[in-house]
């Protein structure tokens, strides 16, 4: 069955970094968008970057984009997100999730979601 599995969250200051993780099994990795969403506490959940099977086409929300990167390892089967810069607004639980085949920003286009990692920036 499809698994994803997060990790590499935790607590670090405004201005910090963090790299997360995502495992994926039970499908043909390399044929699907990654995504990465995030959802702070008391708001909805949000789009912050996805990543094309192969890798070759990213696409980021305008909050993340030049501070974050989002990249994939196929032969492990792993998506990162690479967190540069980073602010309290950006504290939230980051999930990893399963698009298709075509780039979308919609969370409601993604069929698996891992159990989130938790991010806390302070300032």
């Known amino acids: 069955q499809v698994q994803l599995v997060e990790s590499g969250g935790g607590s670090v200051q405004a201005g910090g970094s963090l790299r997360l993780s995502c495992a994926a099994s039970?499908?043909?990795?390399?044929?699907?968008?990654m995504g990465w969403f995030r959802q702070a506490p008391g708001k909805q959940r949000e789009f912050v970057a996805a990543t094309s099977g192969i890798g070759r086409t990213t696409i980021y929300s305008d909050s993340v984009k030049g501070r974050f990167t989002v990249s994939r390892d196929n032969a492990k089967k792993t998506v990162y997100l690479q967190m540069n810069t980073l602010n309290p607004e950006d504290t939230a639980v980051y999930y990893c999730?399963?698009?298709?085949?075509?780039?979308?920003?919609?969370?409601?286009?993604?069929?698996?979601w891992g159990q989130g990692t938790q991010v806390t920036v302070s300032s």
């Open positions: 999730a399963r698009g298709s085949t075509s780039a979308t920003k919609v969370a409601a286009a993604y069929d698996y």
């Open positions: 039970g499908f043909s990795f390399s044929v699907y968008y």
